[in-house]
């Protein structure tokens, strides 16, 4: 099984500021097959990145992906009001698929 | 416009069985996995499995293996998913997803379960 783990647990940043979440796989996420997610509370969790990279629909260009094998990356530019929330990495490459334990960006 | 609707909370007692319902609409159900990813209160998410609702296909994580069934009702673009043998560790919030390929694009809007004698 592949473990992700999320760094930091707790981002404290303003709006405007740009945010930097990490996600570390325990092997290699074969293709790339990584997705990030953001849940508000109390609501679902909402796909925002797949295959490392790509926006999900209507996801704003401030949402960015990146990273390859065990190393990805979230960056959120320009933060918004409505960013500040809990955000988890996922891996799809191999079974059973695996969540990391999430970043809570705060104000 | 894709719609995941889940049926309502339950309390069951611990040792009994809860079945939960997704019924889809806005696109074709057969044509995209439904998981199931739970999340217990105040923590992270954990997937419990996938159904084709094609062929009937699916899979889930070892640890749910003989406690999870998952089935669908095509003709009513429904998923379910039961859990056997609860106990307190089973309470959380369940959730169906539409499959995207691995990823989980749209979401229901979760079922609370909570198990207490």
């Known amino acids: 099984e592949i473990v992700l783990t999320q760094s930091p647990g707790t981002l404290s940043l303003s709006p405007g500021e740009s945010a930097t979440l990490s996600c570390r796989a325990s092997?290699?996420?074969?293709?790339?097959?990584l997705a990030w997610y953001q849940q508000q509370p109390g609501q679902a969790p909402r796909l925002l990145i797949y295959g490392a990279f790509s926006r999900a629909t209507d996801i704003p260009a401030r949402f960015s992906g990146s990273g390859s094998g065990t190393d990805f990356t979230l960056t959120i530019s320009r933060l918004e009001p409505e960013d500040f929330a809990v955000y988890y990495c996922q891996q799809y490459g191999s079974s059973p698929w695996t969540f990391g334990q999430g970043t809570r960006v705060e104000v | 416009q894709v719609h995941l609707v889940q049926s309502g909370a339950e309390v069951k007692r611990p040792g009994a069985s809860v079945k939960v319902s997704c019924k889809a609409s806005?696109?074709?159900?057969?044509?995209?996995?439904i998981n199931w990813v739970r999340q217990a209160p105040g923590q992270g998410l954990e997937w419990m499995g996938w159904?084709?609702?094609?062929?009937?296909?699916?899979d889930l994580p070892q640890k749910f293996q003989g406690r999870v069934t998952l089935t669908r009702d095509n003709y009513k673009a429904t998923a379910y998913m039961e859990l056997s043998g609860l106990n307190s560790g089973d309470t959380a919030v369940y959730y169906c997803a539409r499959g995207f390929g691995g990823s989980f694009s749209d979401w229901g809007q979760g079922t609370l379960v909570t198990v207490s004698s």
């Open positions: 092997q290699s996420v074969s293709d790339s097959f």
């Open positions: 159904l084709n609702p094609s062929n009937g296909n699916r």
């Open positions: 806005g696109y074709t159900f057969i044509n995209f996995d």
